[in-house]
């Protein structure tokens, strides 16, 4: 599994090779609770870095979601349709959202270590 | 307690309904594939029957006319019985819209003098009473903008909303084909003027605002960001949804707001939403002016007229002129309070929501420091080590006769209870809310199993939110049709 990385939007992002990985964190997931809907983009559209990729509403809220990194959108996780609560279930696996094709450099994004201070901060 | 629909008590041996002849011929020549093939299926019932199921639906709701409903942001203040009796007089109720001017005249005085006086309150020039609610008004708003802009043969694609704004007016802004841009809120729940002046740009067409702000505190940089707003070429919006705490003491229109929308169902006391319909007028200052919707209602020498000449006009927004009605018990609501009687509505307002606030502020935790305008954001945080959360909270209120305070919203307060008390409730009904809430958390701590299956003791329980937002039942089908 390739490394994740993260935005202080609760996004995350996993590259392997030129193709990105896009989720919701599990911070964001425990923070929406049950996910209901899911709006994502169609194969084949590009997206400048932390534009709006889509959207994700649960029982208390819908927001928006960022896209970390620049790229076309090359596939849309389709088992979300019928199956939104795997966002919740599973944010990082079977929960992912999005692959993109990378465009460009890539923008400074927080590791591991660095999001989880910054949730530690937002809960102090 | 539940009710059976009507098509489920149906009695197939009673006659049903005798309908009235249709009045019309019924060949009207329509293509034979639309044409009914055997009648339509309604319920058979006496009449008895039917009378008994609406009373019961009418006493298993839950209104203003019967319990204290402080959902925060949308002022479920008291609908005056004497706004009903104005809507319907005679001469209302029985004019035709297609009537010529000059058999509408009161009409149409009505209209005008409605607003010259919402004008005055809020400190606009002109205004217009078409959108049919507070969501239209915005789109009304943010269209006129979008003309002044293109007609200056600029091309703005950007609208900054605030974090804590109503979901509305991204949407709005959206379905005008903008480009939504959110600024921050400060540690003290305010717009952070620091990010602001970051997002500020050519781009930007308008910045839209409420003030009070959504957490009740009132925008203290207000004219500090009308004035960058303005520096840029861009438009200031305001939206109505918290006027209630302004009237008479300070005006949008001073501030440096361009474009007002007001909500008639929350400030002005006309029902709100099924017992509505809602009117979101809006006013605009003299640049903005020439694109109102058409038509006007003009003045001149005494008669009144409507002025369809309008040529730089973003056109109707709504059929006629606006929900009529409703704009009758608005002004009926004006005329019987009075400057004064406004004045001092929005400072009993501020008041009553003081003295919940500090009510509250024991139990419950009240994040951002007071004192607040006409209504204030709890979180219900404090709760969580028992496992109860701000729904367990609204679900006991409801239990205990009040409706519940807006949950989950503004979506920066984690565990959100948005409470608007109003100036209509007395002492007594604001301290038996505080009651009611020091009792739900207290057995948060002791007993939240009990919060958990809140409520018992109303026509439905605790409904499963997540299975009806992820397998929603649209239609009613008969029992053998599933």
Redesign the interface.
């Known amino acids: 599994m390739p490394k994740r990385f993260y935005t202080e939007t609760h996004e995350w992002v996993a590259l392997d090779g030129e193709v990105a990985t896009i989720g919701i964190t599990d911070y964001a997931q425990a923070k929406l609770g049950d996910v209901v809907f899911l709006d994502l983009p169609q194969p084949g559209r590009e997206l400048a870095a932390g534009e709006v990729l889509g959207a994700v509403e649960s029982v208390k809220a819908a927001s928006d979601i960022y896209t970390p990194v620049a790229g076309t959108v090359v596939e849309v996780n389709q088992d979300l349709t019928s199956a939104p609560e795997k966002v919740n279930q599973d944010p990082y696996g079977d929960g992912w959202l999005v692959k993109l094709r990378v465009a460009g450099a890539l923008p400074e994004l927080l590791d591991e270590e660095r999001y989880g201070a910054l949730i530690r901060e937002a809960e102090a | 307690m539940t009710e059976a629909l009507l098509f489920e008590k149906t009695q197939p041996d009673l006659a049903g309904p005798r309908l009235p002849a249709a009045g019309v011929d019924a060949d009207l020549g329509l293509p034979q594939h639309l044409l009914r093939r055997r009648p339509p299926e309604l319920p058979r019932l006496s009449e008895p029957t039917i009378m008994r199921h609406y009373s019961r639906l009418a006493s298993m709701n839950f209104s203003i006319s019967e319990e204290f409903y402080p959902l925060g942001s949308c002022t479920m203040k008291y609908n005056p019985v004497a706004n009903e009796w104005a809507a319907r007089l005679e001469g209302f109720v029985s004019l035709h819209p297609y009537q010529d001017e000059e058999s509408m005249q009161g009409a149409l005085e009505l209209l005008w003098r409605l607003e010259r006086a919402l004008c005055a309150i809020v400190g606009v020039d002109r205004m217009t009473l078409q959108p049919a609610a507070g969501a239209h008004g915005e789109w009304t708003a943010l269209r006129m903008i979008q003309a002044y802009h293109r007609e200056r043969g600029e091309d703005r694609d950007e609208v900054i909303v605030p974090d804590s704004a109503h979901?509305t007016n991204p949407a709005s802004a959206t379905l005008c084909g903008y480009r939504v841009v959110e600024v921050r809120s400060g540690t003290d729940g305010r717009v952070d003027v620091g990010d602001l002046e970051s997002k500020l740009s050519p781009r930007v067409a308008a910045l839209m605002l409420t003030n009070p702000n959504t957490l009740g505190l009132f925008e203290r940089q207000i004219v500090e960001m009308a004035e960058m707003v303005h520096a840029t070429g861009a438009k200031l919006y305001y939206d109505g949804a918290n006027l209630n705490a302004l009237m008479g003491i300070c005006r949008p229109g001073d501030m440096g707001f361009d474009a007002v929308h007001l909500n008639l169902h929350k400030t002005f006391t006309t029902p709100h939403g099924g017992g509505g319909p809602g009117a979101g007028p809006v006013g605009v200052k003299a640049d903005l002016v020439p694109y109102l919707p058409r038509p006007t209602v003009e003045r001149q020498d005494g008669r009144f007229r409507l002025d369809y000449d309008r040529p730089r006009s973003i056109g109707r927004v709504r059929s006629f002129y606006g929900n009529f009605g409703v704009l009758v018990r608005a002004f009926a609501y004006i005329l019987a309070m009075g400057g004064d009687g406004l004045t001092q509505a929005s400072r009993d307002a501020v008041l009553a929501a003081n003295y919940l606030r500090r009510q509250v502020a024991g139990p419950l935790e009240v994040p951002h420091p007071g004192p607040c305008m006409h209504e204030f954001v709890a979180s219900a945080t404090t709760l969580a080590q028992g496992g109860v959360r701000a729904t367990d909270l609204a679900k006991g209120l409801l239990e205990r006769g009040f409706y519940a305070p807006t949950v989950?919203?503004p979506?920066i307060v984690?565990e959100a209870v948005m409470v608007e008390p109003t100036e209509t409730e007395t002492r007594a009904t604001l301290d038996a809310f505080a009651a009611a809430v020091r009792e739900i958390v207290d057995l948060a701590h002791r007993d939240p199993e009990q919060l958990h299956r809140a409520p018992t003791r109303l026509p439905v329980g605790r409904l499963d939110?997540?299975a009806a937002?992820?397998h929603p039942v649209l239609r009613w089908r008969p029992p053998d049709d599933r």
């Open positions: 979901g989950y919203f979506l984690p939110e997540v937002a992820r």
